[in-house]
C-alpha cells in the first residue's frame, strides 16, 4: 500500500500477557519512529530509528518495552508483561530522510487496550 | 525540558465563523514547529512546518504562523469537514517531536 500500515488494529491484552505490534512504513523511507498515545493527549515519542539502527530508546517507559526494526523495514514494537497503564494507541510514522524536514506520515495506529 | 501548550482545549464554530488556534512553546532550541490534523480513529496527517519567526505558510482555508514564543493557526470560513483535532509539536533534535495535547474544533452547518 501507498501508507504507513500497522497491525492489529486493536489489541486486548490481559495484564502480564506479551505483545507485539508491527509497522510496515512507506518503502523506501529511512526514518521511522513509534509514539504513545492516551485518550485526550497528544502523542509522546517513544523510539527514533534510522535504517535499522535505534538511534534513539529515549522514550520507552520502562525496560519492558523494546523494538526492533532489523532489515531497515518492517519494524516491531513489543511490550512484555504488560500493565494497565500501557493502555494507549500506539503510532508508527516513517520519513522519507533521516531529519524531520520533511513530512513525517503516521499509520491509523494499534489500540491496546490491556484488561 | 521542551513544553508544548494548545489554547483553547476545544472550539465550537459556525460555519463560515473564522478563528485561531494557538501554541506556545518553550524550547531549547527550535528545528521544526508543526502542525497536525487528527480525525477520529486515525493517525496525525501533515499540515505544515515552521523554522523560524515570522514565517508563514497556507494551505486552503488554513495559515499557519510563528513567533519566538508561539504559533497560531488561523482558520478562514471554516466547513464542517475542518471538525478534527489540531495538533502542535515542536523539535529541537531534528527528529522526535513534543506534542501538545491538540485543540478539539467542531464546525456546525
Known amino acids: 500500500g501507498a501508507g504507513v500500515s500497522q497491525s492489529p488494529r486493536y489489541k486486548v491484552a490481559k495484564r502480564g500477557q506479551d505483545v507485539a505490534l508491527r509497522c510496515d512504513p512507506i518503502?523506501?523511507?529511512?526514518?521511522l519512529f513509534w509514539y504513545q498515545q492516551a485518550l485526550g493527549q497528544g502523542p509522546e515519542f517513544l523510539t527514533y530509528?534510522?535504517?535499522?539502527?535505534?538511534?534513539?530508546k529515549s522514550g520507552l517507559p520502562s525496560d519492558r518495552f523494546f523494538a526492533e526494526r532489523p532489515e531497515g523495514s518492517v519494524s516491531t514494537l513489543k511490550i512484555q508483561r504488560t500493565q494497565q497503564e500501557d493502555s494507549a494507541v500506539y503510532l508508527c510514522?516513517?520519513?522519507?530522510?533521516?531529519?524531520?524536514?520533511?513530512?513525517?506520515?503516521f499509520g491509523q495506529g494499534t489500540r491496546l487496550t490491556v484488561v | 525540558e521542551d513544553q508544548v501548550t494548545q489554547s483553547p482545549e476545544a472550539l465550537r464554530l459556525q460555519e463560515g465563523e473564522s478563528s485561531s488556534l494557538n501554541c506556545s512553546y518553550t524550547?531549547?532550541?527550535?528545528?521544526?514547529l508543526f502542525w497536525y490534523r487528527q480525525d477520529p480513529g486515525k493517525g496525525p496527517e501533515f499540515l505544515f512546518t515552521?523554522?523560524?519567526a515570522g514565517e508563514e505558510k497556507e494551505k486552503e482555508r488554513l495559515k499557519a504562523t510563528l513567533t519566538k514564543k508561539e504559533s497560531f493557526l488561523h482558520i478562514t470560513a471554516p466547513k464542517p469537514e475542518d471538525s478534527a483535532t489540531y495538533l502542535c509539536?515542536?523539535?529541537?533534535?531534528?527528529?522526535?517531536?513534543?506534542f501538545g495535547k491538540g485543540t478539539s474544533l467542531l464546525v456546525t452547518p
Open positions: 515552521l523554522y523560524s
Open positions: 518503502s523506501g523511507h529511512v526514518s
Open positions: 524550547v531549547s532550541g527550535l528545528r521544526g
Open positions: 510514522a516513517s520519513s522519507l530522510e533521516a531529519v524531520m524536514n520533511t513530512e513525517a506520515f
Open positions: 530509528f534510522q535504517n535499522e539502527a535505534q538511534l534513539d
Open positions: 509539536a515542536v523539535s529541537d533534535s531534528g527528529y522526535a517531536l513534543n
